[in-house]
């Protein structure tokens, strides 16, 4: 069964400070991924989506980043991070629907 | 450009009573619509989805939701709530011939005993 990884759960940052959030999927092969921010009172924000190795789209220019060096690895990273970028942050993958990580809760301090 | 929009962002209901949460999608053609629950401090769980087939699609814990085209809405239903329903509910749409999944802001559903 297909199953997928996100670290770290949680994490405090300051705030300038780089980050890098990571995502892994097991038992699918090239799946369509995808980077989600949910900041409190709001909505799921689609980031980024990814539907294969080095095809990164952007949604919401911003200062965060995406990458997807392996078919079921997908990074976000931002090189300073703001105050604004504090929220949940959820990776997910598609088959007949879509699946979504455990997230995770970062806080720019 | 594909939206969807949660009516309420808030619902209370006492227990045993039904449940109605609102969501209106506007898509250029038929898309695919899904209903997620979130309790606090966990990830989101799928609870129905209609792609095309019956309009009207049942899912789990005993909720249903309705397509209707000529209305463009696509809400969730519940004959009698439970305290355990109490979280939040996400409509979403996935515009067809797309790989983008469009969230709604969310609506809290709160139940009374």
């Known amino acids: 069964s297909q199953t997928i990884h996100q670290w770290p759960a949680t994490l405090v940052q300051p705030v300038g400070s780089p980050l890098s959030l990571e995502c892994t999927v097991e038992?699918?092969?090239?799946?369509?991924l995808y980077w989600y921010r949910q900041a409190a009172g709001r909505g799921l924000q689609l980031l980024f989506y990814?539907?294969?190795?080095?095809?990164i789209s952007s949604e919401v220019p911003q200062n965060l980043s995406a990458s997807r060096p392996q078919d079921r690895q997908f990074i976000l990273s931002s090189k300073k991070l703001l105050l604004s970028d504090s929220g949940f942050y959820l990776c997910?993958?598609?088959?007949?629907?879509?699946?979504f990580g455990e997230g995770s809760w970062l806080t720019v301090v | 450009a594909q939206s969807v929009t949660q009516l309420d962002s808030h619902v209370s209901v006492s227990e045993g009573t039904p449940v109605l949460l609102r969501c209106n999608y506007s898509?250029?053609?038929?898309?695919?619509l899904f209903w997620y629950v979130q309790h606090p401090n966990k990830g989101l769980q799928l609870l129905l989805k209609?792609?095309?087939?019956?309009?009207l699609v049942k899912g789990i814990n005993g909720f249903e939701a309705e397509f209707k085209k000529s209305e463009t809405s696509f809400h969730l239903t519940k004959p009698s709530a439970h305290m355990s329903d109490a979280a939040e509910y996400f409509c979403?749409?996935?515009?067809?011939?797309?790989?983008?999944?469009?969230f709604g802001t969310g609506t809290r559903l709160k139940v009374l005993a």
């Open positions: 990814s539907v294969g190795i080095g095809q």
């Open positions: 979403v749409v996935r515009p067809l011939g797309t790989y983008k999944y469009i």
């Open positions: 038992g699918t092969s090239n799946p369509n």
């Open positions: 997910a993958w598609t088959g007949n629907t879509i699946y």
């Open positions: 209609y792609t095309s087939a019956a309009t």
């Open positions: 898509s250029s053609y038929s898309p695919s």
